[in-house]
């Protein structure tokens, strides 16, 4: 048996509390926000843009794909690049999320200034209320984790958990309203495990065509 066994549940039942304690004292309001916000994005022709630094950027570029996989088009933009023209991409009608734990990301403070010249809304995810983003964007995210998995309290790891959950939460809650079908999943997820089971599904969920898609929505 591994001499580290005590280590890994210790880790996993640290992030699950974490998450727990998170589902208990999140600002559900705001998410309502967030998910309409981006329900009336997509309506509108927008997408979403996502920025974090370290571990923070790691979870960007995780939940911009999650929303893509729910038909939110999402894109990350790497704070490296982002002064060097690639805040170029931000455009009116878009949505951008800045993730940062302490809320201070020096490299994310550019983002507001530009987003606000350009019409788009931001959305700042910190546990930080007090810090630059949560008190210049147009919405406030807080996201405490209850307690990071390593012994000193420092490594990003239920932290980083918490902000994918929420995300994740807030991309399937946009399914309905969006109206995406197992019928459009297919189309897009042709690949994998669930693609395999999507086209096993596909008999009893009907015959896949491009009409499945209302034929005046011209982002198809």
Not at 75 to 92: E, I, M, R, W, Y
Not at 194 to 202: F, N, P
């Amino acid at each position: 048996m591994s001499g580290y066994t005590e280590v890994y549940k210790q880790v996993m039942k640290t992030e699950g509390e974490s998450l727990l304690a998170l589902s208990e004292c999140i600002d559900t309001e705001v998410m309502d926000k967030i998910v309409e916000m981006l329900c009336q994005m997509r309506k509108e022709g927008g997408k979403v843009i996502i920025a974090g630094c370290g571990t923070s950027g790691a979870a960007a570029k995780k939940i911009a794909h999650t929303l893509n996989v729910v038909e939110i088009p999402a894109l990350f933009c790497s704070p490296a690049d982002a002064t060097h023209g690639g805040l170029g991409v931000v455009q009116h009608r878009d949505t951008v999320i800045l993730i940062s734990k302490g809320g201070n990301t020096q490299e994310l403070v550019p983002y507001i200034d530009v987003c606000s010249a350009k019409g788009a809304k931001t959305i700042a995810v910190t546990e930080n209320e007090g810090s630059i983003l949560a008190k210049r964007c147009d919405i406030f995210l807080k996201i405490n984790a209850h307690k990071e998995a390593d012994e000193w309290g420092y490594v990003a790891t239920s932290s980083t958990l918490s902000v994918i959950s929420a995300f994740d939460a807030i991309a399937i809650a946009c399914i309905a309203p969006n109206g995406f079908t197992q019928e459009k999943f297919l189309l897009i997820h042709p690949s994998g495990a669930v693609g395999e089971k999507l086209a096993e599904k596909k008999r009893d969920i009907g015959c896949l065509s491009q009409n499945h898609y209302d034929s005046n929505d011209k982002r198809y």
